[in-house]
């Protein structure tokens, strides 16, 4: 497994290399990476630069109260570690894909920006990550009926070519995949838990041989279930699909969440398949936003449920976009990212992480990843009037300086001097006891 320097960094300081302890250093959560990255773009650095055997000299004007300048540190002197890693996960047919790299799907970039997870762990058929498809949501312990209906979606999903979205859990994603697998047709698993147990089942050995099924996970290849992993892997499953649909779901649960953030954020349409189940909210999902789908599979139209004329099928609200949106087309946000190098073709084998040094950042900072030669580059923008107007949208009510450090991603120091300006010109009012922002609604 070849890994780019960029992307040796990203898995040091975002990965677990083998079951966490007390001791270990934590890696960065997404947001903490979004914060982090933000503040090296700034200076001009990529995290390839920090792989050298002094790198706390470039450290220095990194203040964070979550991230300690001793944490960082840490979470690069584990080249060693990283590298039995590679070695265990390549030799189970595992490998990486990172923000950085090309074949990273292009639909969690759009609909995520900064929260897509820095590091994805799979196997299987990576060209499958791009395919879009039906996300599959459902109980684990759906009933008979249910789990047989979920099954012929996968069926009738393979026979039209397109690929189904689960969350290889028992129950209505292991059914839906299944159905899709013994019929030929592509799957993409996105695995909460235990992907280097996954990439050997025999349940999937067939789809990953025939080149159909791609399993991934956010999460360290021998993870055991974690229910907070398990509810955080949900949006991954809807924003990597085009349409979803939903068997069964729960009053309360990662099912009923999961759909409930995607109806909040409009990643994409939501169907709901009728049920008599007193104890299912697949009603109250519908009365949210939701649409029902055609209760008989035989008459059940799967491509029809990629149309967008329901009532969920509208476009990515403004709330989506984030401070990174600087491109005026989908695709080239797609494409962005904050260390594309565009002139990063040499790869480094793992054994030699501790030797490292560090990649020269493009002089073009704002240059898109798939730029031919000759193609002109994306101007510069003026990042203050793009926070200017997510501002105004954020502190429509009062917000807590944390809330917006959640929010946009930006690092506290920079988030106090860009709220610094509109306060001083009154185009946002200070409150206190506790502390928030709020946009005066006549400026």
Not at 86 to 94: C, D, H, P
Not at 233 to 243: E, F, M, Q, T
Not at 385 to 399: D, H, I, K, M, T
Not at 412 to 434: A, C, E, F, H, Y
Request: glycine share 8%; hydrophobic share 40%.
């Amino acid at each position: 497994m070849n890994l780019s320097s960029t992307a040796q960094a990203t898995l040091l300081l975002t990965s677990y290399f083998s079951k966490a302890s007390s001791d270990d250093a934590k890696p960065l959560t997404n947001v903490e990476w979004g914060r982090f990255a933000l503040w090296l773009k700034e200076k001009s650095t990529t995290p390839a630069d920090l792989l050298v055997s002094e790198p706390r000299s470039l450290l220095n004007g990194w203040h964070d109260s979550r991230i300690s300048v001793e944490r960082i540190l840490q979470l690069l002197n584990r080249g060693h570690s990283l590298a039995l890693a590679v070695e265990k996960w390549q030799r189970a047919g595992l490998w990486v894909v990172t923000r950085s790299d090309s074949e990273y799907p292009r639909r969690l970039k759009q609909r995520l920006k900064t929260d897509s997870p820095p590091v994805l762990f799979g196997c299987g058929n990576k060209a499958l990550l791009n395919s879009g498809g039906l996300a599959v949501i459902g109980s684990r312990n759906a009933s008979e009926s249910d789990l047989s209906f979920t099954e012929q979606v996968g069926a009738k999903a393979a026979a039209g070519g397109i690929a189904i979205v689960s969350g290889g859990a028992r129950g209505v994603d292991e059914a839906a995949m299944l159905g899709a697998v013994k019929s030929g047709g592509p799957v993409i698993g996105v695995m909460a838990d235990s992907l280097l147990r996954a990439a050997t089942s025999a349940k999937w050995r067939k789809g990953l041989m025939d080149g159909n099924t791609v399993l991934v996970s956010s999460f360290y290849p021998e993870a055991g279930f974690s229910a907070g992993n398990a509810m955080a892997r949900n949006k991954y499953i809807y924003c990597l699909a085009d349409s979803s649909l939903v068997i069964h779901s729960g009053k309360k649960g990662g099912t009923l969440n999961g759909a409930e953030e995607n109806l909040k954020k409009g990643w994409v349409p939501l169907w709901v398949k009728p049920t008599d189940d007193k104890n299912a909210a697949n009603a109250d999902l519908v009365a949210k936003g939701g649409r029902y789908c055609e209760s008989d599979i035989q008459s059940l139209n799967i491509g029809s449920m990629f149309t967008a004329d329901n009532n969920t099928a509208h476009q990515v609200k403004e709330a989506q976009d984030d401070i990174f949106s600087i491109s005026p087309s989908h695709e080239q946000v797609a494409q962005q990212e904050l260390f594309s190098s565009a002139d990063e073709g040499v790869v480094q084998e793992i054994p030699v992480v501790s030797d490292m040094t560090a990649e020269s950042m493009p002089n073009e900072y704002y240059e898109s990843a798939s730029l031919e030669e000759g193609e002109s580059t994306i101007s510069p923008v003026d990042f203050y009037q793009v926070f200017l107007g997510e501002l105004r949208r954020l502190a429509e009510n009062p917000v807590t300086l944390d809330e917006l450090m959640e929010s946009t991603a930006l690092h506290k120091s920079q988030l106090n001097d860009w709220l610094k300006r509109p306060t001083d010109d009154g185009v946002v009012k200070k409150l206190n006891r506790p502390v928030r922002y709020q946009w005066v609604k006549n400026k």
